[in-house]
């Protein structure tokens, strides 16, 4: 298995930027592809970036496309989202998972981080 904690919400105005972070642990982080999730209230969870284990392959929900940017540094076991521009339709809770099985980025994910607050005033 492999644990996830997230880190780097908080509080912004609209139209400024936080870098979240999740830390794995357990196994080799490098075997595993990453996604972050958002849930805003009654909402289902969605996600919103995702990347490959090897870093080469990325999906971003359209909604995020050019202000959102994933990355990751296996030797660091962390990835990071990068998010600019934000808007107070991005407030929500922010979820790391993984998953080690299947190519599909988008689908699948088995572990799960206890998530991290961001919420976009204007």
């Known amino acids: 298995q492999v644990q996830l904690v997230e880190s780097g919400g908080g509080l912004v105005q609209a139209g400024g930027s936080l870098r979240l972070s999740c830390a794995a642990s357990?196994?080799?982080?490098?075997?595993?592809?990453v996604g972050w999730f958002s849930q805003a209230p009654v909402k289902e969870r969605d996600l919103a970036a995702a990347i490959s284990r090897s870093g080469n392959m990325k999906y971003y929900r359209n909604s995020v496309k050019g202000r959102f940017i994933i990355s990751r540094d296996n030797a660091r076991n962390t990835v990071y989202l990068q998010m600019d521009s934000l808007k107070p339709e991005d407030t929500a809770v922010y979820y790391c998972a993984a998953k080690i099985l299947g190519v599909d980025l988008q689908r699948d994910y088995d572990y799960w981080g206890q998530g991290t607050q961001v919420t976009v005033s204007s």
């Open positions: 357990g196994r080799i982080f490098s075997n595993y592809d």
